[in-house]
């Protein structure tokens, strides 16, 4: 007979009582945690693709104007109904100082309409409500004659809709066609491109401290350990440095009197000052200085846990030091080598500060168009969309890691 049978109903009553309190309790101690990752994780990004899709603001200025297009075909201009509620609630906004809103709005979809929309609406200010529920059209006309164009009528109607996926379209560099097709939008690809460049980027900022970071790792993981300890502190002052300071250092260094241009001109290599600042070479160079440290860690904290003997019984087998490494050495320390690319490559691709400061033109990234579009140009709804595609890309390139090497293999130490 079972011990759980042998309990009466009241012990078992107990029992379960005091499972529950247990859970109870436990739950208690990780809740704080959880309300921390949904307030500074998952309500952010929420919040964010919510934004990318949602942009209420035209809908909520003209919603009678866009309630009498609901039955325009939009082949040929709106008639005199349309156009008179939309003088009506032109000049209601121009009093209330909200025809820049709507202007911005219309003028992000089709541009050189801001000025039509807020002079019309300077215009309208001073007629009287029944002229314009009369003769708002002809007002329209007399004000400016783009208002005859019907791609400014299509425009204001697309805007219009609280709920739609353009952003995402520009984010991409498409369009929706009249018909409801998706088509490449006239002119260079901005997004794409900036996108396929910040790849690029970051994808070179991998491999190169990479390439610096795998061989000094194994030189600390090799020394005993006071001098290993004594040896990364020189790995780890860079985290007690502002990244600020460690950014604009690079622009002292880099600049066309600055420290590199001074050694190469008295070492006779050039005669001119080189332009190495304001550069994509000079995001490269100072990113690779600043995320070295996170390759490096890594893969020394993998390197450490390999017995030495096994390089040494393989040579003592007969296999050369190359051979040696490549076939014992290189697979037991790619746990510190996967883990540290792949954080590289994640930071790097939503970087901000160094670009910003020392790349220029030519060495921006993604995050700063992001960061453009939420600050200059107050266009939230494609910022919004342009951080979520990069999230997707992010996420897409976890997934094939995961699907081809396996994230069972990271170790972080």
């Known amino acids: 007979m079972s011990a759980q049978s042998s309990l009466s109903p009241q012990d078992r009553r107990a029992a379960l009582r005091a499972l529950r309190q247990r859970k109870l309790v436990a739950f208690l101690f990780v809740a704080p945690l959880l309300v921390f990752l949904f307030l500074s994780f998952v309500a952010p990004i929420a919040s964010m693709l919510f934004r990318s899709v949602y942009e209420p603001t035209v809908a909520e200025l003209i919603p009678e104007t866009l309630d009498a297009m609901s039955d325009w075909d939009g082949e040929e201009l ?31 979809s089709l541009p050189g309409t801001s000025s039509v929309i807020q002079s019309t609406a300077r215009r309208l200010r001073a007629v009287d409500d029944a002229e314009l529920s009369q003769s708002g059209a002809e007002l329209l006309m007399k004000a400016n004659k783009r208002w005859g164009d019907v791609e400014i009528w299509r425009t204001i109607e697309s805007t219009g809709q609280p709920y739609s996926f353009t952003n995402y379209l520009t984010a991409l560099d ?23 460049k910040t790849l690029r980027i970051a994808l070179t900022i991998t491999l190169l401290t990479l390439l610096l970071g795998y061989p000094l790792s194994y030189f600390l993981a090799s020394l005993r350990d006071s001098t290993a300890n004594l040896l990364l502190v020189f790995v780890l002052l860079p985290f007690w440095t502002s990244l600020l300071v460690r950014t604009t250092s690079w622009i002292a260094m880099l600049q066309s009197g600055g420290v590199v241009n001074s050694i190469l001109i008295g070492l006779g290599v050039i005669n ?64 510190g080598l996967s883990a540290g690319a792949l954080l590289v490559f994640i930071i790097s691709v939503g970087y901000y500060i160094t670009p910003a400061l020392v790349g220029g033109t030519d060495g921006q990234m993604i995050s700063n168009l992001i960061a453009f579009h939420m600050q200059q140009s107050n266009n939230w709804g494609l910022a919004a969309a342009l951080g979520s595609i990069l999230l997707a890309v992010i996420l897409l390139l976890y997934w094939t890691y995961d699907r081809f090497v396996g994230t069972k293999s990271l170790s972080f130490g």
């Open 174 to 196: 498409l369009e929706q066609a009249r018909d409801g097709s998706i088509q490449a939008r006239d002119g260079p690809k901005i997004y794409v491109d900036l996108y396929t």
């Open 78 to 108: 709106p008639d005199e109904r349309i156009m008179n509620q939309f003088a009506l609630e032109l000049k209601k906004l121009a009093n209330d100082r909200t025809s820049g809103r709507l202007a911005g709005e219309v003028n992000r």
């Open 272 to 335: 001119e000052p080189l332009e190495l600042l304001y550069t994509e070479f000079a995001t490269v160079i100072a990113m690779t200085h600043i995320l070295l440290p996170f390759m490096i860690l890594p893969l020394y904290s993998v390197m450490k846990g390999i017995d030495p003997s096994f390089m040494r019984a393989a040579m003592s087998m007969g296999a050369k030091p190359w051979a040696a490494f490549l076939r014992i050495y290189l697979p037991m320390s790619l746990p």
